[in-house]
């Protein structure tokens, strides 16, 4: 019979026996070969040669194998007794005699779709990852990018770099969390030497938002919405050990607007600072760190009852290291107000109050404050007062019910309901007057349970109860963070196992090796694909997971890169038991270019072509400035090998580029070669850079431009005094700037606020001194100062930053512009469009008289509304009302909008002669209104005609409005339930 060398065929011939692989039970445990048609050489001197190899070439075993003979046998199925491995050889020869050889066929061993000889390729590569949970968490990850695999020796490297969205859902009944976040870089990076996995890293970046919604009894949903502005997530498994980071930072807001019957709840409010920071290694949690800041208003209304709860300040955050918690705070103060009235039998109580002080604090797990205050009044057929008041008295020690002894804070709690008068009243109202005063002796650990060791009840007769509940305190630890993973529960990966380099239809395989999939597959059928414009031979494979799914594919057959996926289809499901759920995960990968070894001659390559050398973020300055450079290339035969650009000439020398994704390139084989570079000279402009570019085969030298910036002059300190002015003061100012060109001048620049630039001078070094006048364009509060700085070389920059030594900014210090409230001038009286000294009270029975009172009113905030407490000059009645005034040219006002505010008074026969004080006060557009020693003036009331008008300055008392603030949040986790459901008898 003829020779058949089979290694690497694609085609069989049933007049002959060819040999197939038969590893479908698992390398571990056995490799077996079938050798079909066996029936057609099955003779009496028919035997099996084999040799195992290994990649050095040394012979690890050979031997022959006599198979018993049987005319109906179709085909014989050999175990070899050796242990494969990466590079090994196995050759199997079925033969008659030494020159008589039937069929052969030599398999080299690789790593399924790790190829054994050094090459470079490119793949494509979309996959989309589900994950449900009985638990109510669903999880889901998308990916496309490009994929990078390199083979160096025994070291192999692949990487994966694309773009993504995250999504993750838990809902456990009360609570529901929705994140979606938008992944602009994702980065797989595995490393393996031989076929041992050394490490494998998973990074995304990106932004999105967050959702917690908390769902009521009564069906209200309050809503944060939390707007991530920044997120890092990476799990490493490194050495087998696994490790994950989590970083997510924003802001946001919350909502809830819900209704039931008559009862009603509202809240609005700001998340100003949210962040997550969770690093675990191997299971422990080595940091969890959870910072919230928020403030919101929240108003309940039942009926007509109505209850306001501001809280400017709502914070939460716990720091845990290795197991410990290091830091904890948190915080919720403000205040408010309730109204409600009850009605029976045609009798009415109404209660009005407020709540000055609501404040809850704990630190380092250690409640600090406990204090609320609740004082209002009772009105109706009913008057009186009702109060609440708990606070922290005192600390110290208390013994518990067994007479152990512990630290606690004492709580008074105090409240009252007293009944000044009652008219009215139907017969069915019963109400009496109350008085309850308790102090609670409560241990600060805040995870305790059962912290009142002891409650101490005075009657008003001054008699004193006890009462010491039983096991009281419970003592607990502080519950730990959970280490669970954002990125769900399974470390999923591609199927791993050894393979031949070259398959033959008929091979089948289980691909074993890996830790959560097992594949076996089946070479179905022969073919080709083309890439880089040249056609490769490829073997058609089938295969089903073990645990459920399959896939499909095409394996490279022939050459350097036997054994490489040029195609394939995953879909697998996997059921999770420890979650009740079920996982899929889906993936589309392809082979897109071949870098090396190279699959085209050298007559037929066509060198690379230089297009632009470009910076990527558009600048890059002197004096430290860092920026990623680009080269772009064209090449038609995707087999580029390298881009080296000469930076000697600011003192760099020569830099590699790449285009595998590392080092800020930002996509896998584009053919934009990157490199992160500093320039840390001074020298600027137009500079000619020398680039070479090469495939393998030829190289392509070019000389190009770069522009350099000049980094205009950076201030490192600025220092003013006084730092709290009125508009019209001056500062003084001293500032240190530095440049390497040397600066030419430092201006302080308040011309955007109407001001005017104030040339500072220079004592020693780099110190700037001098001093400029605070103008009436600053608003009130804290206000930055503009900074004007030019180097010798003419860069310019102004800014009110300051740079710190490791190049990051941070803002200087403000002056804080007071607000001194409007100011008044010129009050005139006039009557009958003349100006006089006096209100002229008119005879009995005469007419009312129209007088027009005006005053001269200046703020550079803008005036809001100028008002006049008239007292016995107004209308019966409203002596002590704040009366607005006119500077609209009616009601007495002459000109519209010149400042002047008037108002038409009319003076009565009833009213007394003599002086008299009115007050008047404007209110800006800060509503800061005139300070109260400046409100006062005296005016006469007369029987007789008078001219002219004596005023002088009285004194009375401040009267200031101020804001209230802004308020309610409710925890993340619990939303606004805990503070409706809060029993604060027991806190």
């Given at each position: ?106 398999i080299d061993i690789t790593y399924w779709n790790q190829p054994i000889n050094d090459h470079e390729i490119t793949r494509t590569t979309t996959w989309m990852l589900e994950q449900t949970g009985g638990d109510g968490q669903e999880y889901e990850l998308e990916f496309t990018g490009r994929g990078w695999q390199l083979r160096n020796g025994d ?153 306001t709860l501001d809280l400017d300040e709502f914070i939460i955050h716990e720091t845990w290291e290795n197991g410990e918690q290091t830091d904890q705070l948190n915080r919720i103060k403000g205040d408010g107000t309730f109204d409600f009235a009850e009605s029976e039998d045609g009798a009415t109580i109404i209660v009005n109050g407020t709540v ?160 959560t999939l097992k594949l076996e597959i089946i070479a179905t059928d022969s073919g080709s694909v083309t890439r880089d414009g040249h056609e490769m031979d490829v073997i058609h494979w089938n295969g089903t997971y073990i645990n459920g799914g399959f896939a499909s594919g095409k394996i490279i057959n022939e050459g350097i890169l036997a054994g ?424």
């Amino acid at each position: 019979m003829p020779l058949s060398t089979i290694s690497g065929q694609t085609t069989t011939d049933e007049t002959e026996c060819n040999i197939i692989v038969d590893w479908s039970n698992g390398t571990s445990s056995e490799h077996a070969y079938v050798i079909n048609n066996w029936n057609l050489v099955n003779e009496n001197q028919t035997e099996v040669h084999w040799s195992h190899e290994n990649q050095s070439g040394q012979i690890l075993d050979n031997g022959i194998i006599n198979l018993s003979w049987n005319e109906n046998d179709t085909q014989s199925r050999i175990i070899l007794p050796t242990t494969i491995n990466l590079g090994d050889s196995i050759s199997i020869d079925v033969r008659a005699s030494e020159t008589e050889i039937f069929c052969s066929r030599t398999i080299d061993i690789t790593y399924w779709n790790q190829p054994i000889n050094d090459h470079e390729i490119t793949r494509t590569t979309t996959w989309m990852l589900e994950q449900t949970g009985g638990d109510g968490q669903e999880y889901e990850l998308e990916f496309t990018g490009r994929g990078w695999q390199l083979r160096n020796g025994d070291q192999l490297e692949s990487n994966e770099l694309g773009a993504g969205n995250l999504s993750i859902i838990s809902d456990d009944g009360e609570t529901r969390i929705e994140t979606e976040i938008n992944l602009d870089r994702v980065w797989l990076n595995e490393s393996m030497t031989g076929i041992d996995l050394e490490q494998q890293q998973f990074e995304m970046f990106g932004n999105g938002s967050m959702f917690f919604i908390v769902k009521d009894e009564i069906g209200t949903e309050t809503i944060a919405e939390i707007n991530i502005s920044d997120s890092y997530i990476t799990r490493t498994i490194a050495n087998g050990v696994p490790s994950e980071q989590v970083r997510l930072e924003g802001t946001g807001n919350l909502l809830s607007n819900g209704t039931n019957d008559d009862e009603s709840i509202e809240l609005d409010g700001e998340v100003s600072v949210f962040l997550y920071e969770l690093h675990t290694e191997n299971g422990e949690v080595l940091l969890s760190n959870y910072l919230l800041e928020a403030y919101a208003e929240m108003v309940l209304i039942d009926g007509n009852d109505r209850f306001t709860l501001d809280l400017d300040e709502f914070i939460i955050h716990e720091t845990w290291e290795n197991g410990e918690q290091t830091d904890q705070l948190n915080r919720i103060k403000g205040d408010g107000t309730f109204d409600f009235a009850e009605s029976e039998d045609g009798a009415t109580i109404i209660v009005n109050g407020t709540v000055p002080v609501f404040w809850l604090e704990s630190q380092d797990g250690m409640t600090t404050v406990n204090t609320i205050l609740m004082d209002g009044d009772i009105s109706g057929d009913v008057t009186g007062e009702i109060g609440l008041v708990v606070e922290i008295v005192e600390s110290g020690q208390q013994q518990n019910h067994t007479g152990q002894s512990f630290d606690v804070n004492v709580i008074r709690n105090e409240n009252w309901l007293n009944i000044s008068q009652i008219t009215g009243i139907g017969s069915n109202l019963d109400l009496e007057a109350e008085h309850n005063l308790t102090f609670e002796y409560q241990v600060p650990e805040e995870h305790w349970l059962n912290r009142t060791v002891r409650y101490k009840y005075v009657e008003d007769s001054g008699e004193i109860n006890d009462e010491y509940p039983e096991r009281s305190p419970v003592v607990v630890d502080p519950s730990e963070p959970s280490n669970e993973s954002i990125l769900g529960s399974v470390n999923i990966s591609r199927e791993l196992g050894f393979a031949p380099s070259s398959m033959q239809i008929g091979d089948s395989l289980m691909l074993d090796h890996g830790d959560t999939l097992k594949l076996e597959i089946i070479a179905t059928d022969s073919g080709s694909v083309t890439r880089d414009g040249h056609e490769m031979d490829v073997i058609h494979w089938n295969g089903t997971y073990i645990n459920g799914g399959f896939a499909s594919g095409k394996i490279i057959n022939e050459g350097i890169l036997a054994g490489l996926i040029a195609e394939v289809s995953r879909s697998i499901e996997l059921e999770i038991d420890e979650l009740d759920g079920e996982l899929q995960f889906i993936e589309i990968q392809s082979l897109e270019r071949v870098i090396s070894p190279a699959i085209v001659t050298e007559a037929e390559n066509t060198p690379p072509l230089f297009v632009e050398l470009r910076i990527r973020e558009g600048v890059l300055t002197t004096e430290g400035g860092e920026a990623h450079l680009e080269v772009v290339v064209e090449d038609a035969d995707w087999n580029m090998q390298s881009v080296e650009v000469d930076l000697s000439s600011i003192g760099i020398g020569i830099v590699s580029f790449n285009d595998v994704g590392i080092d800020g390139d930002a996509t896998v084989h584009d053919d934009i070669w990157t490199s992160e570079v500093s320039h840390l000279g001074i020298n600027h402009g137009n500079q000619d850079i020398n680039i070479t570019i090469s495939d393998g085969w030829s190289t392509t030298q070019v000389t190009t431009s770069l522009i350099l910036t000049n980094l205009a002059p950076r201030m490192t300190s600025l220092d003013l005094a006084p730092t709290t002015v009125s508009r019209g003061d001056s500062v003084d100012i001293s500032t240190n700037v530095v440049d390497a060109h040397g600066v030419s001048s430092v201006y302080v620049d308040l011309t955007g606020l109407g001001g005017q630039r104030f040339a500072l001078s220079q004592e020693i070094g780099e110190q700037w001194i001098g001093s400029f006048i605070v103008p009436d364009g600053f608003s009130p509060g804290p206000q930055l100062i503009a900074i004007e700085m030019t180097d010798n070389e003419g860069a310019m920059r102004l800014t009110s930053l300051i740079w710190r030594p490791d190049g990051t900014t941070i803002e200087s210090d403000r002056i804080t512009i007071l607000n001194d409230g409007p100011v008044l001038s010129n009050l005139t009286i006039s009557r009958q469009g003349n100006f006089v000294d006096d209100f002229l009270v008119p005879n009995l029975g005469e007419q009312e008289i129209a007088h027009v009172i005006s005053i001269e009113v200046y703020d550079p905030d803008g005036i809001s509304v100028v008002q006049v407490q008239l007292g016995i000059l107004a209308e019966i009645g409203n002596a002590d009302d704040w009366v607005p005034m006119n500077d609209d040219g009616t009601g007495g006002d002459l000109v519209a909008d010149d400042g002047i505010y008037s108002l038409t008074i009319q003076t009565r026969s009833t009213m007394p002669t003599g002086s008299t004080e009115i007050e008047l006060r404007g209110i800006d557009s800060y509503l800061e209104s005139t300070p109260g020693n400046e409100r006062g003036f005296t005016v006469t009331l007369s029987d007789k005609s008078s001219e002219g008008i004596g005023s002088e300055w009285a004194d009375s008392t401040a009267v200031i409005l101020i804001a209230v603030g802004i308020f309610l949040f409710l925890s993340i986790l619990g939303g606004i339930i805990v503070l409706k459901n809060a029993n604060f008898d027991e806190e």
